[in-house]
């Protein structure tokens, strides 16, 4: 059994205008990403996660 547990802070239509102002603009989101990960580390992200040393983190399917 796995469980999930997540938080959601915008709604879709909030997003969506997001999206566009970035594209309209074409801003980067790579400045705010401070580490990626494979699933495979996992562990070692949620690790430094909860030590506070992240900014946003992705996980990147391969």
């Known amino acids: ?8 802070v915008f709604s879709i239509p909030d ?6 102002f970035m594209v309209r603009n074409q801003l980067s989101l790579n400045p705010l990403i401070t580490h990626r990960f494979t ?3 996992a562990p070692k992200a949620l690790e430094i996660f909860d030590k ?11």
């Open 1 to 8: 059994q796995l469980t999930l547990i997540g938080s959601w």
């Open 15 to 20: 997003l969506q205008e997001l999206v566009d």
């Open 39 to 41: 699933l495979d580390d």
């Open 52 to 62: 506070g040393h992240t900014g946003k983190v992705i996980f990147e399917w391969k």
